[in-house]
């Protein structure tokens, strides 16, 4: 189910000029203070390896959607920064991403389905249900 909903998605995203990942890294920066992150921290939030969010990051910057600067905690890192035509870059894309979502994924569900899905995604996310302690277990 995700797959189809997340294929459908990034299909979607192409005519913004953004792919999936990239809207991933902007929208995750775009929503931290002076909307920096270092490299290690921004890879563990999105669930990515440092290597693969550098080699994208890398491909980010060539394209002006982001920059990346000094990390003064960590003198082998770096800190990634939304520039300016990167947060235009998302504001164009969020529509469309959306739109995207609503058509193949909470347009499809009833009440009573996306209810459900909160309920379960809650158990999923919850520090305790990682641990294997939730009330289920």
């Excluded at 929503?31 to 999105?46: D, F, G, I, N, V």
């Excluded at 440092?50 to 394209?63: I, K, Q, T, W, Y």
């Excluded at 959607?65 to 770096?78: E, S």
């Amino acid at each position: 189910m995700m797959i189809s909903v997340r294929t459908s998605t990034a299909r979607d995203l192409t005519w913004t000029g953004l792919s999936e990942p990239d809207y991933e890294v902007l929208s995750t920066l775009v929503e931290l203070p002076e909307t920096t992150s270092s490299l290690h921290r921004q890879a563990a939030k999105m669930g990515w390896s440092r290597s693969r969010l550098s080699r994208h990051a890398s491909r980010m910057e060539s394209r002006g959607l982001i920059r990346r600067a000094p990390d003064p905690d960590d003198g082998r890192g770096c800190l990634l920064v939304l520039t300016k035509d990167g947060r235009d870059a998302l504001r164009n894309a969020t529509p469309t991403h959306l739109e995207s979502v609503r058509r193949h994924f909470a347009d499809r569900l009833g009440p009573e389905d996306l209810d459900d899905v909160l309920r379960i995604a809650g158990k999923l996310t919850s520090d305790e249900g990682a641990k294997g302690g939730g009330e289920d277990a």
